[in-house]
């Protein structure tokens, strides 16, 4: 069992940067992929990027270059760096983690959420 804390959210002007993070606690020693989604209001849940258990990094066309995954090295914090920030990333911003050794991008492959922290860019 993992339980996820984001933190961080809030009002940021358009350009601006925000630095989210994810505390995760329980059975973190073993190997979890740990991931960031976004869901805007009346949207679907989004994949944002992910970071796995080596340390490989992907992320979504959107926040390519804009945005960036880092660990700390006990893995137990994941933070999303984002920068240059635009209306359109507004959102509910979570973590998830997943039990594989790879680097999932689909809701549906992830184990554990957290519960969110809202990101809001005005223009």
């Known amino acids: 069992q993992v339980h996820l804390v984001e933190s961080g959210g809030g009002l940021v002007q358009a350009g601006g940067s925000l630095r989210l993070s994810c505390a995760a606690s329980g059975s973190t020693s073993s190997s979890y992929a740990m991931g960031w989604f976004r869901q805007a209001p009346g949207k679907d849940r989004e994949f944002v990027g992910v970071i796995s258990w080596l340390g490989r990094l992907s992320y979504a066309d959107s926040v390519k270059g804009r945005f960036t995954i880092s660990r700390d090295r006990a893995k137990i914090t994941v933070y999303l760096q984002m920068n240059s920030l635009k209306p359109e990333d507004t959102a509910v911003y979570y973590c998830?983690?997943?039990?594989?050794?790879?680097?999932?991008?689909?809701?549906?492959?992830?184990?554990?959420w957290g519960q969110g922290t809202a990101v809001t860019v005005s223009s």
């Open positions: 998830a983690a997943a039990r594989t050794a790879g680097s999932p991008i689909t809701t549906a492959s992830y184990d554990y």
